[in-house]
Nanobody
Framework: QVQLVESGGGLVQAGGSLRLSCAAS????????MGWFRQAPGKEREFVAG????????IYDDFVKGRFTISRDNAKNTVYLQMSGLKLEDTAAYYC?????????????????????WGQGTQVTVSS
């Protein structure tokens, strides 16, 4: 069974930076497409960023493009989300997700139902 555990969340001032980590176990990490989602209270869970198996391709939601960077270290079974220039609107619980799908389509990145495994989430709170 695949397990994902996020860490690195916390309280940060607007304009600051934070790096989230998602550690995977129970599977061959290098075979998984990985994504980051976030969810604020009362809002839908939304796609933030995604990365292919070898890290060769990344995709971002327009709102975070230029501020957030997704990366992975397959030797450490870990995917990261480096966040900078944080805004109040970035406040949310952040979740990592994984899927092994040999027939991946570009339209699948943003869909929650595309992913088979989810972490428990880590809270990011941005203060003014």
């Amino acid at each position: 069974q695949v397990q994902l555990v996020e860490s690195g969340g916390g309280l940060v001032q607007a304009g600051g930076s934070l790096r989230l980590s998602c550690a995977a176990s129970g599977g061959v990490f290098g075979t998984f497409i990985m994504g980051w989602f976030r969810q604020a209270p009362g809002k839908e869970r939304e796609f933030v960023a995604g990365i292919t198996r070898n890290g060769g391709t990344t995709i971002y939601d327009d709102f975070v493009k230029g501020r957030f960077t997704i990366s992975r270290d397959n030797a450490k079974n870990t995917v990261y989300l480096q966040m900078s220039g944080l805004k109040l609107e970035d406040t949310a619980a952040y979740y990592c997700a994984a899927v092994n799908n040999p027939l991946w389509l570009s339209s699948m990145w943003q869909q929650k139902t595309s992913y088979d495994y989810w972490g428990q989430g880590t809270q990011v709170t941005v203060s003014s």
